[in-house]
């Protein structure tokens, strides 16, 4: 049974959670209490909640469908290898910031089962579907641009699979030593069906842009390149259009109509750079001035 032993904050307060939390409910020293969703996660957005657009039931459900198709396991199966090494020693934990429907995360902990892990979207669709493929771990509905609910050096890696960064955040949570791992798509991701299915706006990050984005934060230590081909149907075409950032915006008709004249199946290259990051030392503390001189 999951126990919350990462150390989590008040999303209010910032106050540890007491230990000995229940399952079912996170109450902080000053009382703020969360109780978990029925599928299990708990949200920790709290006041006027967030300009950010948090991914939809559909988007969701798309991206759910094509994951667990399993045309992405090659890339689940990469970030493993090169986080699992940090995940060895005991009491060691993951947080995946922008953990979706939980897919790249459970790839993971069934590598390093005995690692804590929490699991962080701002879209409630995503995180229940993240809850019930990851009971282990702490599925929290929270906006990565927020400070993040967890104490200081309380992880040993942060994966973040195309989702936004928070550099000077994740740098402060994770362990020094620990490891940051980015996975962006390189320039030709999914070419061949990008533009007949309007999934414009997959910008490749340059890797100087990135490595730039977390500069101050980060040191990069390396990672690889990896190319998929898939061999997709026209609703697994479909899916990929909707499940990214264009899926805000797509009109599902039009998309429906495109990929029905798509054949049974297209060949499809799937082209991703997962990058690696060890934590910077952080800036010393200000000393403290004694009141009395
Ligand atoms: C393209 S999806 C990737 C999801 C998952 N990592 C995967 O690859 O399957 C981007 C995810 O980032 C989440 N997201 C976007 N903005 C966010 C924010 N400000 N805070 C937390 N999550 C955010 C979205 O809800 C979405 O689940
Ligand atoms: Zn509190």
């Excluded at 990469?78 to 940090?86: C, E, G, T, Y």
């Excluded at 009971?135 to 927020?146: I, R, S």
């Amino acid at each position: 049974m999951p126990a919350y032993p990462v150390a989590l904050l008040c999303p209010v307060c910032r106050s540890p959670f007491a230990a000995g939390s229940g399952l079912r409910s996170l109450v902080c020293p000053a009382g703020h209490s969360f109780d978990a969703a029925k599928q299990g996660y708990f949200n920790f957005l709290t006041g006027k909640g967030t300009v950010f657009e948090a991914d939809s039931a559909d988007m969701v459900a798309a991206r759910f469908d094509f994951l667990s198709a399993g045309h992405y396991r090659g890339l689940a199966d990469a970030v493993a290898d090169l986080a699992a090494p940090f995940l060895a020693g005991s009491g060691s934990a993951v947080l995946d910031a922008g953990t979706g429907t939980g897919h790249y995360l459970r790839a993971l902990l069934d590598r390093v089962p005995a690692a804590a892990a929490v699991g962080l979207d701002i879209s409630k669709f995503a995180l229940r579907r993240a809850a019930r493929l990851n009971p282990e771990a702490v599925n929290l509905v929270g906006d990565v641009w927020q400070p993040l609910p967890l104490a200081d050096a309380a992880v040993d890696v942060v994966t973040v699979v195309f989702a936004p960064r928070n550099a000077a955040e994740f740098a402060r949570v994770l362990r020094p030593g620990g490891r940051l791992i980015v996975v962006t798509p390189r320039p030709g991701h999914l070419a061949e069906v990008a533009g007949q299915t309007g999934m414009l706006g997959i910008e490749p990050a340059k890797d100087e842009r990135l490595t730039a984005s977390l500069a101050g934060h980060f040191a990069a230590r390396g990672g690889r390149e990896l190319d998929l081909a898939l061999s997709l149907s026209p609703s697994d075409v479909a899916n990929l259009a909707l499940m990214g950032p264009a899926g805000h915006h797509l009109d599902r008709g039009a998309l429906a109509a495109r990929v029905a004249g798509l054949p049974p199946r297209t060949a499809v290259s799937a082209r991703f750079r997962i990058s690696v990051f060890e934590p910077l030392p952080l800036p010393a503390a200000p000393p403290a001035t004694d009141p009395q001189t």
